[in-house]
Every structure is written in structure tokens, then in C-alpha cells.
């Protein structure tokens, strides 16, 4: 299988009042064509940097090394004229939270019809009539009023929908999510995941979907990556994820899920500028040995297509 | 719908005026020294005055009937258009005002746009390049310009470029050649708020989500700042130019005085030291007033530029 | 190591300023010796003797300069006191009580403000007569306003803050409440305030001076000293240039280390008030 989005080596790090901030640490991982692999971890675990870090919309305080490839070319070298030409077009990106994505002084139509024009090159009519038929395919009512509508003015997932319809205009064949669904009740939560699966079948996109959010996770993507602490602890396919988990993060995780008693969690994410040399969720594990704390674990492979990180499965 | 925010400014706008012109009235009433005995010395000489003749007058005048009925046919006068004659040169006050408020209202407007241009101007291109070297010259100079008295940048501007370099007049009033050094410093004094709100405003705005967001759509720097960002910097900035408009309403009564110009501030001056009564209470109510329809406007102007008041205006009710 | 080069530079700032304040306030003793008359010594332009030279009657204008400073600092001081107490009193209660009070505080606000402040305060001095006195009066009833506005809109937003709803939630008294969260909150906000606020104090009374409203002739005021130094403007430049220059670095140095409290203490609101 040839692959669309190529993870190698990549970190990154930025500088804050209190140090260094390692928040993405040596993260591997390829996307195919088609495929849907979800980031799941805990706020704060570095998933979002890693969104953004691809696209490179992180503040110029933030270092990120390794490479990028996305159709075989390195997003990471290159310059600034041509990630432009990469970001909406070819990757769009739906930012978390949908109050703050959009801007709060311009209409809806405004920003949307902007968009599409920058993507595609469209005049203004054109772009205005595309805009409706987006509207129209991520089921509003009436395209024609929400676009004369400020973002304060829709609700919750109105808001996530035009969003939605904003990174559908190139006709990306990849999308990042950036968790679509933080914040919002159960209700709208459908209504989201339904418009994303809509964006999905409507341009064939493959994506990367940042959760922390398992059930999200499990019903949208075929991959997970699961993250702790700046890296990838465990990857593979959703379903022999979910039927076996192997490192202890993911079965703590899922213990703590309701339908499985809730059983929380016990400690709490070392912090991402004095990491421990060993492994980083030693402190939380049960299993964890004198090894485990003296020595950072590698990713190994434990079946087919699946990498873990934890000396148990040595 | 639309309507109501705007009718209900104009409402709040006239309920203050009317306590503004109550106010004034109020003020001038309880000051010392009694205006018709005043009156009868300006017009007596500074001989003696009898308390009798004294009374007979305050009658004529109406000056004794205390504080309501007295507020009452001054604010009658007024809404025809009478606001008294000024105790000094005898001129109604209000053709008093008017002859010369457009020496002010041209200083005002000067001064606001100078600083409106170097403030918003510095601004942006500080917050451009944060901790770059413009941004930390703007930033000094913003401090000294805010820390400056003005009055004295006045007299050193006033004696360096007008004196010793001789480019611009002393003391006779020239037109817009006179204003041009006054405005440059109230200009330059009054930017530093200026500089501050626009370089913050752009700041914030640079971290807010919706710039991630037109990042990400492929938008270029140029078309996020210009399209984006500008517009939610532009609040903070009307409110600034407003409050500027209003200090210069009044405030420019140092400036006035020290390059002798023929304006309302230097006028009501006058007339305070000479405690000229009428022209006092005269031009206290009318630049209240005038600042009274500078806050509507711009309250208006907000309503146009952002959303977020209009919809806020309709959550209150 | 970042936060301790901005704590570096914010000591260094607060301990320049405060031998500033010492200067003036042993200024009487530091500089007593030249502020008298000696007309031996009249119309010196600046020399090694006299750094900042003579006036008209032979004083000598660095400790004059001083001297003058003392008193509107002092004054600046006192008033400030007065405004903050008067301001963050009313500010709390409207902001707690609400309702009615509280509307009527934003129109009694909107009122005051619709006045340029100099033309209010000029018309008060007016009533109550030229002096020291009088002058803190005006400026008080204009001054306690700004005060007042940041602590109304802070009480309004801890008001509403989740930890203060959650002491509401377990019972804790108003006063408990009010000594140990919304006090020390509103103290953040206001300590830059008021130093800001002495600066502009400082530049409001000499420019009322100037205009022969405040300070009245036998003391010495640098407002006053300007305006003496403008009659002599052609002969004597020095006589308003130095103590304005004076008056500009004091007023620099509130401004700077207001600021510089400013970010520390309230990092996301750092426009200072604006200026009278």
C-alpha cells in the first residue's frame, strides 16, 4: 500500500516561561489513501501540536524537526509559498472548538466564500453559488440565510457544520480534525460526527482525527494512534485495539469508560518539560518494574500491524 | 429589530444631556458671589453698589426665584437658542461659542488624525514584529509620550520650531499654519494609547483561533491581517479616537493658551478668570453636549462595525 | 529563567524610582539651601554651579525643581489615597449590590465623563477658589471614577467566576468571600493602577498650576516654574525647559514601573488608563 502522509521522526518543542516544552516526542506513523487513523490521547498529551505541527500553523516559538512527507514531499522543508499552497487545498484543517474557529466579525458567507475562492480560484459568484450547494450538502435548512449569519448568531454545531463546509471547499484528499467534538453535548456531538462522515463520503479524503474521545474515535477511524505524554504508545487497527489492548494506558483507558465500570485512571500525565528517563507512564502502571523506570521503552511489534510501546510484550 | 439599539442610544444620549445642562446649571448656582450684584458692577464701574438697587435688579432679572424656576427658564432660553450674553463683551454666548469652535473643532480633528496615524500606524507595524527593534523603539516611545507633560512639549515646540527656527507664527493666528504646531503635540501626546491598544489588540487576535483557522485555509499573511484581524482591532481603536475626540473637546485649554489661539478652550478660560458667568455655564453645556453626541456616534459606529454589540444589546433585554 | 530577568527588571525599575522618591522627599534638607532669593546670582544659564541654572530672582532651579516636586507629590499622594478608598468603596458595592444602584453608577458615569475632565475640574476650582486644597478636591471628584470603573467590572467578573460561585455553593459568608478572593484579586488590578494614576496626578496638577488655578506663587510648583519660565522664554530658556524635564522623567518612571506591575500582576490587561 502506498501512503499518503508519512510521520518520520517528528518532534516538537517549544520554549515557555517555566523551560522547554517536548510536546511532541519521535512520532512515527504513515497514513494510506482511504484511511482514517484517529489521535487519541489525554488533554495535553501533545496531539493537538502534532495537528497543527503537520500543516506547520503552530507560533514560529515552536521547533519541529524530522520529516513531514505528505505525497512524497516534505511538508517540514519547505518554504512558506508552498505550504500555503498544501494548507486548504490539499490538507484542510478543522480547528477544535467551532466558537473560536470562526471569525466573530465577519458572516458566515464572508469567510466561506473566502475560503473557496483561495482554494479554487473561483470568482465571487461562482464561489457564492458552491458555497450554497456545500451548505445545502451538510444539511442546512437555508443555505441562503446562514450565509448572511455571524458565527454567534448559530449554535454550537451550526458553528462545527459551516466549519465543516469551509475545509470541503478544495475538495482536500486529506483532513485533520482537530477534536471535532470537545465541548459539545451528545446531541450536536451526532450531528457532528455525522457531518464529518458526510465530508469523508463526499470527497473520498483520507484523515487524521484528533480525539479524546474513545467512542468518537472507535466509530469514525480504522486506525488508532494512541498518544501519552508527547508519543505514540500503541497503534493499530481500531477493532484489535479495542478487543485487545495491550499497553496498560489503553486498558486503564477503556476500564474507565462507563460501559466498563468506570474505573478511573490513578495518577496523573508526568509533565511534558521534566520527562522521566524511562518509561513515562511508569508511574501510572501496574505492571511497572525497576526496567520500566530506568529505561525508555521502544515502539515494538506485538502481531500483525500492530506497535506498542511497553517492555511487557518483550 | 435594527432599530431599537439605535433608539434606545439616542434615548440614553438625551437623558444625559439633560442631566449634563442640570448639572452645569447646578454648579454655577451654589458658586460663590452673586451674579446680579456682578452684573451691576460690570456695568457700574467698580464703585460701590447699593444692596437695594442690587435687589431690584436680581427681580428684573429674574435671579431670585430660586434654584427650579430659575433652571427652568434658562433651559427655555436655551431650546430657543438663548444662552445668555456674556458679561465681558456682551455677545450672546452662543455666537461667542460658534465663532470660535471652528479654531477648536479643526485643532481637535487635526490633532486626532495625527495621532490616529502615528498610533494605529506604529501599532501595527510593533506588533508586526514583536520584541523586534521597531516595536521596542515604539514601545519607549509610546512611554514618553504618554509620561510627557503636554504642556510643556507645547512651550519647547512652541520656542524651537517657532522662535529659533522661525517656521511657524508666535502669536497672531494665521489659520491652519498656527494649528499645525499645537496639533502635532496634542497629536503626538495623545497617540500612545493609541499605539498600545492596537499593538495589544493585534497581539491578541494573532493567538485567537480564527487566525489558526485562515492559516489553515491556505490564506496568505497579508489576507489574514488585512481581512481578519483588522476588523477586531477596529473597536478598540474607535473607542481611543473617541476618547481622544472628547479630552481634546476641552482639553486643548492649555494648549490653546500657550500658542494664543482664538478657540473655545482659551475663551472659556478667559472667562473663568474673569468669572464671566454665562459664558461659563454657555460653553461647559455645549461642549458637553458636543461630546455627548461624539459618544453617540460612536456607540452607533460600534454597532456597525461589530456584531457581538448588537447581538449583546438584545441579550441584556 | 525567563521570569526571573522580567522580576530583575522590575526590582531595578522599583528601586530606581524608589531613590527617586527618597530625593524628594529629603529635598527640603538635599536642596533647602537654593531655593532663596539672591539676586547676585540672577538669570545663570546652566553651569558646573548650577546644572540646571538661575531664575530671575537667583534661585537655583535643581533644587527648586525638587523642591516643587515634593509638593505636587505630595498632593498627587494624597489625592490618589482619597480616590482609591472612594473609588474601590463604590466600585464594590455597585458591583455587588447591582440592579438599580448599579445603573444608576453607569449613568452617573456617563454623565461625568461627557464633561472634558480639565473643563470639570477647572469649573470646580472655580467654586471652591485657587489653592492646594481646592485643587485636591476638583481633581478627587474626577479621580475616584477610574477606580471605581475597575473595580465594579473586576468584582462584576469574579462575580460570576466559578471558584467564587463554588464558595457561594459551601456556604462561606459574603465577608469570607469578599476577604479572601475578590480583595487580593482587586488589589492586583489597582496597585499598578494607582501608580500609573500618581503619574498622571503629578502631570494634572502642575498643568492646573500653569494655568494659575492650583498652586499659588510663593511655593514653589513646577507648573508654576514653567509658566514663570515662559515670560522669560527668549533670555532664559532654561527656567522651563529643566524643571519640565524634571517633572517628564518622574512622570516616565510612575508610567514604567505601573506598567511593569501591570504585566506582572495582570498580564492580559495591559492598556493603561487613559490620559486626562
Known amino acids: ?314 | 429589530m435594527k432599530a431599537l439599539p439605535v433608539i434606545k442610544k439616542t434615548a440614553v444620549a438625551i437623558l444625559t444631556a439633560l442631566f449634563v445642562s442640570f448639572l452645569t446649571y447646578g454648579l454655577l448656582y451654589i458658586s460663590p458671589g452673586d451674579p446680579a450684584e456682578l452684573l451691576l458692577t460690570e456695568k457700574m464701574g467698580s464703585m460701590g453698589v447699593q444692596k437695594e438697587v442690587v435687589q431690584r435688579y436680581a427681580e428684573q432679572l429674574g435671579l431670585n426665584k430660586g434654584f427650579l424656576a430659575m433652571y427652568k427658564d434658562w433651559f427655555v432660553d436655551m431650546l430657543h437658542g438663548d444662552l445668555g450674553t456674556s458679561y465681558k463683551t456682551g455677545n450672546p454666548v452662543l455666537s461667542d461659542f460658534l465663532s470660535r469652535l471652528g479654531c477648536s473643532a479643526q485643532l481637535a480633528l487635526l490633532s486626532t488624525s495625527i495621532s490616529l496615524v502615528l498610533g494605529v500606524g506604529l501599532g501595527l507595524l510593533s506588533a508586526r514584529k514583536r520584541n523586534g527593534v521597531i516595536d521596542r523603539v515604539t514601545r519607549f516611545f509610546s512611554a514618553i509620550s504618554l509620561s510627557v507633560p503636554s504642556f510643556w512639549l507645547a512651550i519647547l515646540f512652541l520656542w524651537v520650531f517657532a522662535m529659533k527656527l522661525g517656521w511657524f507664527p508666535i502669536a497672531d493666528y494665521q489659520g491652519i499654519k498656527s494649528l499645525i504646531l499645537p496639533a502635532v503635540v496634542m497629536g503626538v501626546t495623545g497617540c500612545a494609547s493609541l499605539i498600545r491598544v492596537t499593538r495589544s489588540g493585534v497581539l491578541d487576535n494573532l493567538s485567537e483561533g480564527y487566525v489558526v483557522t485562515a492559516r489553515a485555509r491556505g490564506l496568505n499573511d497579508r489576507q489574514v491581517f488585512v481581512g481578519h484581524i483588522l476588523k477586531n482591532v477596529l473597536l478598540p481603536v474607535v473607542t481611543m479616537v473617541t476618547s481622544n475626540l472628547i479630552a481634546h473637546v476641552g482639553g486643548s485649554v492649555i494648549i490653546e493658551n500657550i500658542f494664543s489661539l482664538p478657540g473655545v478652550g482659551n475663551f472659556l478660560l478667559r472667562a473663568l478668570r474673569s468669572k464671566d458667568f454665562p459664558v461659563i455655564l454657555g460653553f461647559v453645556f455645549l461642549m458637553g453636549m458636543i461630546v455627548v453626541v461624539l459618544t453617540t456616534i460612536a456607540d452607533l459606529l460600534y454597532l456597525a462595525i461589530d456584531p457581538r454589540v448588537r447581538q449583546g444589546m438584545y441579550e441584556k433585554k | 529563567m525567563k521570569r526571573n530577568k522580567e522580576n530583575r527588571s522590575l526590582i531595578i525599575k522599583c528601586a530606581v524610582l524608589g531613590f527617586m522618591l527618597l530625593l524628594i522627599v529629603f529635598s527640603k534638607l538635599l536642596f533647602g539651601k537654593g531655593d532663596v532669593v539672591t539676586t547676585s546670582i540672577a538669570n545663570i544659564p546652566p553651569c558646573w554651579a548650577h546644572p540646571f541654572g538661575t531664575d530671575n530672582l537667583g534661585r537655583d532651579l535643581l533644587c527648586r525643581s525638587f523642591i516643587g516636586l515634593r509638593l505636587s507629590l505630595l498632593m498627587a499622594f494624597i489625592m490618589q489615597v482619597i480616590c482609591l478608598a472612594l473609588g474601590v468603596t463604590i466600585g464594590t458595592v455597585v458591583g455587588y449590590a447591582g440592579g438599580v444602584l448599579d445603573k444608576i453608577f453607569v449613568f452617573l458615569q456617563n454623565v461625568i465623563l461627557s464633561f472634558p475632565g480639565t473643563v470639570l475640574t477647572l469649573c470646580i476650582m472655580l467654586l471652591l477658589g485657587n489653592g492646594i486644597f481646592s485643587m485636591i478636591v476638583a481633581m478627587t471628584i474626577f479621580g475616584w471614577l477610574s477606580y471605581a470603573r475597575l473595580t465594579r467590572s473586576r468584582v462584576l467578573t469574579l462575580r460570576e467566576a466559578n471558584f467564587i460561585k463554588g464558595e457561594i455553593a459551601i456556604g462561606s459568608s459574603l465577608f469570607r468571600i469578599h476577604l479572601f478572593h475578590i480583595v487580593p484579586n482587586v488589589i492586583r488590578t489597582i496597585i499598578p493602577m494607582f501608580t500609573l494614576m500618581i503619574g498622571h496626578a503629578v502631570l494634572g496638577i502642575a498643568g492646573l498650576s500653569f494655568l494659575g488655578f492650583g498652586v499659588q506663587p510663593p511655593h514653589a510648583e513646577i507648573g508654576l516654574m514653567i509658566q514663570d519660565g515662559m515670560n522669560y522664554i527668549r533670555s532664559n530658556p532654561w527656567m522651563f525647559i529643566f524643571p519640565g524635564l524634571v517633572l517628564a522623567v518622574y512622570s516616565i518612571m510612575f508610567n514604567t514601573v505601573g506598567d511593569a506591575l501591570q504585566d506582572k500582576f495582570d498580564p492580559h490587561d495591559s492598556v493603561s488608563a487613559s490620559k486626562m
Not at chain 1, 473560536?100 to 469567510?111: H, R, Y
Not at chain 1, 483520507?206 to 474513545?214: A, E, F, N, R
Not at chain 1, 468518537?216 to 497503534?235: H, K, N, P, Q, R
Not at chain 1, 469508560?257 to 509533565?271: A, D, E, I, R
Open chain 1, 1 to 314: 500500500m502506498e501512503e499518503l502522509l508519512k510521520l518520520d521522526h517528528v518532534s516538537t518543542a517549544f520554549q515557555s516561561r517555566s523551560g522547554l516544552v517536548k510536546a511532541v516526542c519521535d512520532v512515527n506513523f504513515t497514513v494510506s489513501p482511504g484511511q482514517i487513523v484517529g489521535l487519541v490521547g489525554e488533554t495535553g498529551c501533545g496531539k493537538s501540536v502534532l495537528g497543527q505541527s503537520i500543516l506547520r500553523l503552530l507560533p514560529p516559538s515552536a521547533v519541529t524537526s524530522g520529516q513531514i512527507l505528505f505525497e512524497g514531499k516534505d511538508l517540514a522543508a519547505m518554504n512558506e509559498e508552498e505550504i500555503r499552497a498544501v494548507r486548504g487545498k490539499r490538507i484542510a484543517y478543522i480547528n477544535q472548538n467551532p466558537t473560536e474557529a470562526l471569525n466573530p466579525v465577519l458572516k458566515i458567507g464572508t469567510q466561506l466564500i473566502e475560503s473557496l475562492r483561495v482554494c479554487g480560484g473561483l470568482t465571487k459568484k461562482e464561489a457564492k453559488e458552491h458555497a450554497l450547494e456545500i451548505l445545502a450538502s451538510l444539511s442546512f435548512d437555508d443555505p441562503a440565510d446562514i450565509m448572511k449569519k455571524y458565527p454567534m448568531e448559530l449554535s454550537g454545531g451550526m458553528k462545527q457544520r459551516a466549519l465543516t463546509a469551509m475545509a470541503m471547499g478544495g475538495k482536500p484528499p486529506f483532513l485533520i480534525a482537530d477534536e471535532p467534538t470537545k465541548g459539545l453535548d451528545a446531541l450536536i456531538r451526532g450531528q457532528v460526527i455525522q457531518s464529518l462522515m458526510k465530508f469523508v463520503e463526499l470527497t473520498g479524503c483520507s484523515g487524521l482525527i484528533i480525539t479524546h474521545d474513545l467512542k468518537f474515535a472507535s466509530a469514525m477511524c480504522d486506525t488508532l494512534a494512541l498518544m501519552y505524554a508527547g508519543e505514540i504508545v500503541e497503534f493499530g487497527p481500531t477493532k484489535k485495539l479495542f478487543s485487545a489492548p495491550k499497553h496498560p494506558y489503553l486498558s486503564g483507558l477503556m476500564a474507565s469508560m462507563p460501559q466498563n465500570g468506570m474505573h478511573v485512571l490513578k495518577g496523573s500525565s508526568c509533565s511534558l518539560i521534566d520527562m522521566p528517563p524511562g518509561c513515562r507512564f511508569a508511574d501510572r502502571c501496574d505492571h511497572a518494574t525497576e526496567a520500566c523506570r530506568a529505561h525508555h521503552p521502544e515502539m515494538r511489534s506485538v502481531g500483525e500491524d500492530r506497535l506498542v510501546r511497553c517492555r511487557l510484550y518483550d
